[in-house]
């Protein structure tokens, strides 16, 4: 029964405040705050999230207008655009990030075993991507992306199991994809589908080293010697499966084993396709299968640019961008959980029932 409860407050309602309260203790959030705490800060950017507002003075007429119903929606009272400001401004975005971690643990709990395709080759698989945010460059000169553009990249590895994301660094827009596999986290066993702009052989041969599987495409310029050709199932698509091994003398140093080389020819696209991976007992038909779920990265982005406001910002510190960003993906994840514990059929049902 709804008992008089805004669809926010019920929504809202799902935060573990314990573990919330344990993230702002860390960082030491709310010393002196006699007013408006991290709690307050997350509930009203979040409010922001779900009813898209434009700007801080959008967000602070909208709270007015309805504050008779803000204790309903779990807010204690309008907020004054100065404070939401100095808020994004001076409050450290970590919290925020460190609280995504919590509410991606609890999701992924909610979500183990909704891919089947994925469950038949007891593995985890991850993909890696990116999405660009534009920016202006003379109001956010510290995201310099080219010499007359501002940007941050969000870096995204996408569990596609359960589609949440389990790991998100986000930088200034020149950023090349690739450093980011420094930062990512290595997992022994497990897939990572990644797309050409993510070779670096030496990089890749970190994630064998540490225990863990790639599928990526392979650039066409890329020098070999076949080493053993394997059966294909043409009749499947599979072109070419191949045991490779480097013959430039730089690519050598940096991948010294073996590689596996498959050639996939995709009837609905009518293109081929060739992938690199250091797996060598899958069968090629999964491993052209494993790229091809690589689109729900795709998906998860579309999904939070289209629903979530992470394409204008409240503020313009580096700051203030991190703490948007952090709190949508909380809000995402928030939803995602609402969606799995309230049993609805999809995510705009949160947020429109």
Not at 77 to 85: E, F, G
Not at 215 to 231: C, G, L, P, T
């Amino acid at each position: 029964m709804n008992q008089g409860k805004t669809v926010f407050s019920q929504l809202m309602s799902l935060l573990p405040d314990y573990e919330f309260n344990k993230c702002v203790a860390r960082y030491n959030g709310d010393y002196r705050i006699k007013e408006f705490t991290c709690k307050e800060h997350f509930l009203v950017m979040s409010f922001a999230q779900l009813t898209y507002r434009d700007s801080l003075r959008d967000i602070e007429s909208c709270l007015q207008a309805m504050s008779k119903k803000l204790y309903h929606s779990g807010i204690k009272k309008p907020v004054a655009r100065n404070t939401l400001a100095k808020a994004n401004e001076r409050r450290n975005w970590r919290i925020y990030a460190d609280f995504a971690q919590v509410l991606i643990a609890e999701a992924r709990k909610l979500y183990a075993h909704e891919n089947t395709f994925l469950n038949d080759i007891n593995h985890m698989a991850y993909a890696l991507d990116s999405t660009t945010i534009d920016l202006c460059l003379q109001m956010f000169p510290w995201a310099k992306f080219r010499q007359n553009k501002g940007a941050v990249k969000m870096h995204t590895l996408l569990d596609l199991q359960r589609s949440i994301p389990t790991f998100i660094k986000i930088t200034p827009g020149s950023v090349h994809d690739v450093n980011i596999l420094d930062h990512m986290p290595i997992e022994a066993g497990a897939f990572y589908i990644m797309d050409m702009g993510y070779i670096d052989y030496h990089r890749l041969y970190r994630i064998q080293q540490f225990g863990g599987f790639f599928v990526i495409r392979a650039k066409e310029n890329m020098a070999f010697d076949r080493v053993y050709s394997h059966s294909v199932h043409k009749e499947l698509g599979i072109q070419v499966d191949q045991t490779i091994k480097f013959t430039n003398q730089q690519s050598q140093l940096k991948y010294p084993a073996h590689l596996r080389r498959i050639k996939f020819y995709d009837r609905e696209k009518d293109k081929a396709f060739i992938f690199l991976t250091n797996h060598f007992e899958i069968d090629a038909t999964t491993i052209a299968g494993l790229y091809k779920e690589r689109w729900k990265i795709e998906h998860f982005f579309r999904w939070i640019k289209l629903n979530l406001k992470i394409k204008s910002f409240y503020g313009t510190s580096e700051n203030a961008i991190h703490c948007q960003i952090w709190i949508a993906i909380c809000t995402y994840l928030l939803v995602a959980i609402a969606k799995k514990k309230l049993k609805l059929a999809n995510l705009s049902t949160v947020f429109y029932r």
